[in-house]
């Protein structure tokens, strides 16, 4: 990488190098084993000149999202997430029968659904095939396209302009954050909203989630690099929020610049908390490397340890965070007999790279193994609880992230 994607500086900073992965949500059927795996480098830089923190884009959104493998619909919290979310941004910002929400990367439909249920007209953006039929299944009214400049200026045409655009878990997933942005421009009436969320890079580095690293995640923000990304399509933030989901996440509250007013207290404070991190100069992220490698060895020499002692060890869920995990780690069969998952999409298939065999979560208590490994971490509230059975023959769960934490779980 020699510029940065979005103030074109040279030579961006290395935060962490993880060596070189498969691409995260390439999972194999079972005649795709004896063929070759394109892995590409997986190396995190930041921008000394804005801090937005980035990797090489080395595959294309094309190659991955035509076939996507990640249904939202499949997570409990997830979904109660966008009910609560619809419910909060429909009072705040007075939608009635005659608003326009519309949805970029909308997945399966998982939140518009709330939307519809309030009378109130959408439509999804979702470049999926497959993620997209399911959401028309449903009666969510979808369109499968990438967003850009144009795209944005088309549904404008046909629909009129949305009073909420929502864009959620994808600002990270372009590679043309500035060609999106315009896109979400173009989208929005001009004194509407642009609700965002995306992982916050504070937590990210402060609580060592370095598997949220893959090649679908193009960047990584603070809240001071956003507003810079946001500024460079003609959008201004004028609120955020602090959310836990996906282990810690900002949702972005943006207007056009014409619009937008004052921002709140809530920017300069989180604004703070950053720069008292050090993200805004090399400092903070100099640890980091040392920090990842630690979480890789304390894993492996448990999962070593537990084979020596002829235990058994399982995982739980197949995300795309996990196959960072696992590539990084090197864990293959041998550590980790299998993984189950609630997608049905992924039984039957092998992840990418460590081929690990993805069985449905009924496995789990057919063989009683001894440690079942959450590769899903971030839900862990909710998997503790999904997973309490375990509890009836003694086995306990595993946390690889921030730190290795064995849990002993009882209903």
């Known amino acids: 990488m020699t510029r940065c994607r979005l103030c074109g500086s040279e030579a961006p900073a290395s935060v962490v190098d993880l060596g070189a992965t498969p691409p995260c949500e390439s999972f194999l059927a079972a005649d795709q084993l004896d063929q070759p795996e394109p892995a590409y480098p997986l190396h995190l830089r930041v921008c000394t000149d804005c801090w937005l923190a980035q990797i090489p884009p080395l595959i294309t959104p094309e190659e991955t999202f035509k076939e996507y493998a990640y249904f939202s619909s499949y997570s409990t919290s997830w979904v109660e997430h966008a009910r609560t979310f619809v419910a909060d941004a429909v009072q705040r910002l007075a939608l009635g029968s005659d608003a326009f929400v519309v949805e970029v990367a909308s997945n399966d439909g998982y939140l518009l659904r709330h939307v519809l249920d309030r009378g109130i007209r959408c439509l999804g953006i979702e470049p999926s095939v497959n993620v997209g039929a399911a959401a028309r299944d449903a ?36 590679p043309d954050v500035v060609g999106f942005t315009q896109g979400l421009r173009a989208l929005v009436a001009d004194d509407g909203w642009v609700s965002i969320e995306v992982q916050h890079l504070l937590t990210l580095i402060e609580e060592n989630q370095y598997d949220t690293i893959y090649h679908e995640h193009f960047q990584y923000y603070t809240v001071a690099s956003a507003a810079r990304a946001l500024a460079s399509g003609g959008l201004t933030l004028v609120d955020v929020e602090l959310l836990p989901t996906h282990g810690g996440s900002i949702r972005l509250w943006a207007r056009p610049a014409e619009a937008a007013g004052e921002p709140t207290r809530r920017v300069a404070d989180v604004l703070a908390r950053e720069k008292a991190a050090g993200l805004q100069e090399l400092s903070g992220y100099t640890e980091f490397s040392a920090r990842v490698a630690k979480v890789r060895r304390d894993l492996l020499r448990f999962l070593i340890e537990a084979a020596e002692r002829g235990e058994t060890v399982v995982g739980y869920g197949a995300p795309g965070k996990g196959n960072t995990l696992l590539n990084h780690c090197g864990i293959r069969p041998d550590l980790l007999a299998y993984t189950v998952d609630r997608n049905p999409y992924k039984h039957g298939r092998f992840t990418p790279g460590t081929r690990i065999p993805i069985l449905p979560p009924e496995q789990i208590a057919a063989d009683r193994p001894d440690y079942v490994l959450v590769l899903p971490w971030n839900l ?18 595993v946390f690889p992230i921030p730190e290795l934490s064995i849990v002993e779980v009882t209903r």
């Open 139 to 174: 009666g969510v009214p979808t369109l499968t396209e990438f967003l850009d400049p144009d795209t944005g200026s088309a549904v404008r045409a046909e629909h009129g302009p949305a009073d909420l655009v929502v864009a959620n878990n994808v600002y990270a997933h372009i």
């Open 380 to 397: 862990r509230a909710e998997l503790v609880e999904q997973l309490s059975y375990v509890h009836e023959w003694g086995g306990r769960l």
